[in-house]
C-alpha cells in the first residue's frame, strides 16, 4: 500500500466518522399536549424535535374527534428552528384528538408520525 493511499484511506474513515452524527433522522423528543395525555383544552400545539428542521417541509395538522381536520394557518417554527407550533383559532372541545406530523431531517430524509391526547 502507498503512503499516498494510506493517507487518503486514513482522511475518508475520519470524514466518515465525524460526519455520521449529521446523518442522524430528527426525533420528536416531546409535544405539548402530550402524547395519550388527559389535557383541558390547549390553546396551541408544540413539537420539539431533536435537531433543528425547516418550516418549508414541515407538516402539523390536527383532527377533531369526528375525523375532520381543524382548520389553522399552518405551523410556525420556534426561534431556535427545534419546534414546530401550531396555534389554534378556536377553543377545542372535549374528545379525542389526532396530531400528524412530517418533518425533513438534515440528512435529507421525511420523518413523519401521529400521536393523540384528549381534551376533557
Do not use: C, N
Request: charged residues 20%; hydrophobic residues 40%.
Amino acid at each position: 500500500m502507498t503512503r499516498a493511499f494510506q493517507m487518503i484511506a486514513a482522511a475518508a474513515m475520519t470524514a466518515a466518522i465525524s460526519a455520521s452524527p449529521a446523518l442522524a433522522h430528527s426525533v420528536l423528543e416531546r409535544s405539548d399536549p402530550a402524547a395519550d395525555a388527559t389535557v383541558p383544552a390547549p390553546e396551541r400545539l408544540e413539537l420539539t424535535f431533536s435537531e433543528t428542521i425547516g418550516l418549508r417541509f414541515s407538516t402539523l395538522s390536527l383532527t377533531d374527534p369526528d375525523g375532520a381536520e381543524i382548520e389553522t394557518d399552518g405551523p410556525e417554527l420556534s426561534d431556535d428552528g427545534h419546534s414546530l407550533i401550531l396555534p389554534l383559532s378556536q377553543p377545542l372541545t372535549a374528545g379525542d384528538y389526532q396530531v400528524r406530523w412530517g418533518v425533513l431531517s438534515q440528512d435529507g430524509h421525511k420523518v413523519d408520525g401521529e400521536y393523540g391526547f384528549t381534551v376533557e
